[in-house]
């Protein structure tokens, strides 16, 4: 039988040295009873690296943060621009986005409501400038959140944070979806129909902008379909019926004037452009007037995105506007999309790649 006994003359490595050392540090910050072993550990914490700190597990419950103590903490995203990396170069746009918290909004009727809002918050930043403390944008928002929103009140916070942060331009995006009780075609129900919104607050240049957008779903039928399907009934008495399929515009409108663009006059511009919005309530009697209601305004996505347009020319509450339409097809396996803009506001060369992807709307 062969016996293998240790190589005592075998020197351990730096990485068995470096582990031996975090185990004997744990266990002398678990607190443990070291009296048996006193002369053991003294003599090694005498050979443990000078320069290590010994450091509390412990979360100070009553530490205080004094003016003196806080004037020492870092701050490099505010710091000298020899900080800087990457190209030396002016950012338009940074900032915090959906920071929550609930806004009251006024409705056309008189009303309030209270709703949870999204907001996204930016400012321009120097080329010569580190960074922003992002912070700030919510305190500044924080400050007038409490108050009724009006886009006054977005223009105080615009303000604020601008000048806390020593910007040029700033941005305010809120986004909340809005309720209106809508009834059913013929049953006498109501439902609540939610429409996705957004407020932007732009100040670029000095000049300050006022945006509503707004995402409006309704059904689209093919009228090319429906002739066909007429087609056949008529021609060989065959049953057919045309494709529809969920629809969904986003319309864009920059406000002008002095008078005020509720979020239901929108609403109801996209109702009298396309008056086969999706149903909330529904009964038999109910579908087969969306089925007739459907017939009686079949749509082409061009023809979606004129008929909107059309209603949104003929109000002197709106300047620049832009019209995204996409008609998820149930006939395709892609969509059908059209844009129209009109001003300057919102015409753009390029487009996000991944814009009609965000109009579907999944219920």
Same mark, same amino acid.
């Given at each position: 039988?062969?016996?293998?006994?240790?190589?005592?003359?075998?020197?351990?490595?730096?990485?068995?040295?470096?582990?031996?050392?975090? @185990? !004997? $540090?744990?266990? &002398?910050?678990?607190?443990?009873?070291?009296?048996?072993?006193? %002369?053991?550990?003294?003599? +090694?914490?005498?050979?443990?690296?000078?320069?290590?700190?010994?450091?509390?597990?412990?979360?100070?419950?009553?530490?205080?943060?004094?003016?003196?103590?806080?004037?020492?903490?870092?701050?490099?995203?505010?710091?000298?621009?020899?900080?800087?990396?990457?190209?030396?170069?002016?950012?338009?746009?940074?900032?915090?986005?959906?920071?929550?918290?609930?806004?009251?909004?006024?409705?056309?009727?008189?009303?309030?409501?209270?709703?949870?809002?999204?907001?996204?918050?930016?400012?321009?930043?120097?080329?010569?400038?580190?960074?922003?403390?992002?912070?700030?944008?919510?305190?500044?928002?924080?400050?007038?959140?409490?108050?009724?929103?009006?886009?006054? @009140? !977005? $223009?105080?916070? &615009?303000?604020?944070?601008?000048?806390?942060?020593?910007?040029? %331009?700033?941005?305010?995006? +809120?986004?909340?979806?809005?309720?209106?009780?809508?009834?059913?075609?013929?049953?006498?129900?109501?439902?609540?129909?939610?429409?996705?919104?957004?407020?932007?607050?732009?100040?670029?240049?000095?000049?300050?902008?006022?945006?509503?957008?707004?995402?409006?779903?309704?059904?689209?039928?093919?009228?090319?379909?429906?002739?066909?399907?007429?087609?056949?009934?008529?021609?060989?008495?065959?049953?057919?019926?045309?494709?529809?399929?969920?629809?969904?515009?986003?319309?864009?409108?920059?406000?002008?004037?002095?008078?005020?663009?509720?979020?239901?006059?929108?609403?109801?511009?996209?109702?009298?452009?396309?008056?086969?919005?999706?149903?909330?309530?529904?009964?038999?009697?109910?579908?087969?007037?969306?089925?007739?209601?459907?017939?009686?305004?079949?749509?082409?996505?061009?023809?979606?995105?004129?008929?909107?347009?059309?209603?949104?020319?003929?109000?002197?509450?709106?300047?620049?506007?832009?019209?995204?339409?996409?008609?998820?097809?149930?006939?395709?396996?892609?969509?059908?999309?059209?844009?129209?803009?009109?001003?300057?506001?919102?015409?753009?060369?390029?487009?996000?790649?991944?814009?009609?992807?965000?109009?579907?709307?999944?219920?």
């Amino acid at each position: 039988m062969n016996i293998h006994t240790r190589d005592v003359d075998c020197q351990p490595s730096e990485e068995t040295v470096q582990d031996a050392i975090r @185990v !004997v $540090r744990d266990w &002398l910050a678990a607190g443990q009873d070291s009296n048996a072993l006193a %002369d053991d550990v003294d003599a +090694l914490m005498r050979a443990l690296p000078a320069s290590y700190p010994q450091l509390s597990r412990q979360y100070p419950d009553d530490f205080t943060v004094s003016p003196d103590y806080k004037d020492t903490l870092p701050d490099l995203q505010n710091g000298p621009s020899s900080l800087i990396r990457g190209a030396n170069l002016p950012i338009q746009h940074v900032g915090i986005s959906n920071f929550r918290l609930p806004i009251r909004f006024q409705k056309r009727d008189g009303g309030d409501i209270c709703l949870e809002t999204s907001v996204t918050g930016s400012v321009s930043l120097d080329a010569d400038k580190k960074g922003i403390n992002m912070s700030r944008i919510m305190r500044s928002f924080y400050k007038h959140a409490d108050t009724r929103f009006s886009f006054d @009140v !977005v $223009r105080a916070a &615009l303000d604020d944070y601008k000048h806390d942060l020593d910007s040029f %331009d700033a941005r305010i995006v +809120l986004r909340f979806s809005f309720p209106m009780m809508v009834p059913s075609l013929r049953s006498g129900l109501q439902g609540y129909q939610y429409y996705d919104i957004a407020l932007e607050m732009v100040e670029r240049d000095g000049v300050q902008n006022k945006i509503m957008h707004l995402d409006y779903v309704y059904s689209s039928t093919c009228p090319c379909s429906l002739e066909l399907s007429e087609h056949a009934r008529q021609s060989r008495g065959q049953l057919a019926t045309p494709h529809s399929q969920r629809s969904v515009a986003r319309v864009s409108v920059k406000m002008a004037g002095a008078d005020k663009l509720w979020f239901e006059d929108l609403i109801e511009f996209c109702r009298r452009a396309v008056p086969t919005e999706t149903q909330v309530m529904v009964k038999r009697e109910d579908e087969q007037a969306f089925a007739e209601l459907n017939a009686a305004n079949p749509i082409f996505v061009e023809d979606a995105a004129r008929l909107f347009a059309e209603q949104l020319q003929n109000d002197p509450r709106v300047s620049d506007f832009r019209v995204i339409a996409s008609h998820q097809e149930s006939l395709h396996s892609h969509d059908a999309v059209s844009v129209l803009t009109q001003g300057d506001t919102f015409d753009a060369v390029s487009l996000d790649p991944k814009l009609f992807e965000t109009l579907i709307h999944r219920g």
